[in-house]
């Protein structure tokens, strides 16, 4: 009979754990069970870990944060990223954040990306800042005609949102922001003289 | 041969400006469909989907019309072995053949892995450092894709890779640099050190895990957040500059205080690549190292160097065995290698010590 690994005596309670794919059995007496809090469900998966070592326990929390995540359009799990080391798709970087952010943080020195964008997502942004600025050429802007009717500061201003699309989309962002200035004080000058 | 083949071998012998040390870079970036699953984690038939649409995609751009796309199922082992020797795609990509497919563009310095780990990985090669140039072409096709593709992209995490490793720009820059005077003056370990720290990464000839054969190292940036592109790019532009510095102090050094041996180690290199009749690939590729430091210092003539880096790629296993149209045995390379090697250093006239 297997004995208990605190005491010696013969051990009645077997239980096994498995953290990170790894597999410890405990074997213990009633006793020691007890008094390692086994049997009380408040400290259950606790009360153990003091003797098990600290990197047990550190496998165990991480598991713990990260435990129960599935991305909800390819089924890919924390312990199928760790099988493959690979993502399932591009979804996992919304249901599985709390993994994607541990990665990150320890194999990245930047936490967001200050890089380009897809052309497409640049266009919906210059439009929308268009938009905001009173530049876009939509009807439902309303101020199109208006536009056109004044000429020397209206023509300036359609010049400037001309350059300050282009701008953008060249990814020319210095330069944008003082075009963006530039139409905010002219359009204030212009609310001012009328 | 197939006739890709045949085209590959013409077209793509780099003729380039000699610039010492620097043997070529690459920027490469990983791109993904939003709406499909990576490829790790897709079926067959997903996969085929994906090759179809990036495939279309990839040759309606006009610098891209006249590529060939190439099924690598199609291959035999050794033919798709020559093309990562040439670096038009990764270890990785051979292994698993399932709907993987390469686009070489006509003048074979653009290659698209379809299906690799990530839906797409575009590369564009170049043999100097001009990496302005290089961003610019590689970017005129990222931005066509994304125009025709939907294009997996987060504000925070940019642009969404299979590995998160490489998120953010999914751009991966590199140089080959060929360092002799560094490794005879053992200062490599230190090198790779303080690039380590600077967060880039030395690796040997063929990347991630291979060891440096013939002086031979490869330099790339290893953070893909938080930095843009031109950050990266300017950033390895000057730690390459300034690698390439070190390493003409030390063949200064090398020239000043170990003339004699140095002299003695080239000599007997090149009595060995001229009168070999078994040679392994190791012992080719660092011979030919010595031929090309040979020809940087002046006691080989300066315009050999261009031939030595095309015998350098010819050199390789695959090479010899796509040349002979079949696969060979270990000594059966050997022994061609041997004759590729002999017949031309014949013509390379004896080295001249000022």
């Given amino acids: ?194 | 041969m197939k006739d890709f083949v045949k085209k590959l071998f013409q077209a793509s012998d780099l003729q380039h400006e000699i610039m010492p040390a620097v043997i070529s870079s690459r920027i490469r970036l990983a791109r993904n469909l939003s709406d499909s699953k990576f490829v790790k984690y897709a079926c067959r038939g997903d996969l085929r989907a994906v090759a179809d649409r990036c495939e279309k995609a990839l040759l309606s751009y006009p610098s891209l019309k006249n590529s060939d796309v190439i099924n690598m199922s199609d291959l035999q082992e050794y033919e798709r072995m020559a093309l990562v020797e040439r670096h038009l795609c990764s270890q990785e990509f051979i292994v698993d053949t399932n709907e993987a497919r390469l686009l070489l563009a006509d003048d074979r310095l653009i290659s698209v892995m379809i299906n690799e780990e990530d839906h797409l990985r575009a590369q564009v090669f170049q043999s100097d450092l001009n990496f302005r140039g290089m961003f610019d072409k590689i970017n005129g096709i990222d931005d066509h894709l994304s125009k025709n593709l939907d294009i997996a992209f987060d504000a925070k995490y940019g642009f969404l890779t299979s590995c998160p490793t490489n998120v953010g720009t999914g751009m991966r820059a590199s140089v080959m640099l060929h360092l002799p005077a560094l490794v005879i003056t053992k200062q490599m370990n230190n090198l790779i050190l303080a690039v380590q720290k600077l967060g880039f990464v030395v690796r040997g000839l063929f990347g991630e895990g291979s060891e440096a054969q013939g002086n031979l190292f490869q330099i790339s940036n290893q953070q893909t957040l938080g930095l843009s592109e031109v950050d990266i790019l300017s950033r390895l532009t000057q730690i390459i500059k300034s690698i390439i510095d070190y390493e003409m102090n030390a063949r200064e050094i090398v020239k000043k205080e170990r003339m004699v041996w140095l002299c003695d180690f080239m000599g007997r290199a090149l009595g060995i690549l001229r009168g070999c009749y078994l040679m392994t690939s190791e012992d080719a590729i660092n011979g030919i190292s010595l031929m090309m430091l040979a020809s940087d210092l002046g006691y080989l003539p300066n315009a050999l160097r261009n031939d030595l880096a095309q015998i350098l790629m010819k050199i390789q296993s695959s090479h010899i065995q796509v040349l002979a149209n079949k696969l060979l045995s270990d000594s059966e390379r050997d022994i061609k290698r041997a004759e590729i090697v002999r017949d031309f250093f014949a013509t390379v006239p004896n080295l001249r010590f000022h």
């Fill in chain 1, 1 to 194: 009979m297997d004995k208990c690994q605190f005491c010696g005596k013969p051990a009645t309670v077997h239980m096994t754990q498995i953290v990170n794919n790894k597999t410890t059995v405990v074997r213990m007496c009633n006793e020691c069970a007890t008094k390692h809090g086994l049997f009380s469900k408040e400290e259950l998966p606790f009360a153990m870990l003091s003797s098990l070592g600290e990197a047990l326990f550190a496998g165990i929390r991480q598991n713990l944060s990260t435990q129960g995540l599935i991305c909800s359009k390819c089924g890919c799990t924390p312990m199928s990223f760790k099988e493959t080391g690979r993502l399932g798709c591009p979804n996992c970087y919304r249901d599985l954040k709390l993994l994607i952010d541990g990665i990150v943080d320890s194999s990245q020195k930047g936490a967001f990306h200050k890089g380009k964008k897809p052309k497409s997502q640049t266009t919906v942004e210059v439009e929308k800042i268009l938009e905001k600025e009173g530049l876009s050429d939509s009807p439902a802007n309303g101020n199109t005609s208006r536009r056109r009717r004044k000429n020397s500061p209206r023509s300036k201003l359609e010049e400037l949102g001309e350059n300050l699309s282009n701008a953008i989309k060249n990814e020319r962002y210095e330069e944008a922001a003082k075009l963006r200035d530039e139409i905010r004080k002219l359009k204030k000058s212009e609310g001012e003289e009328s």
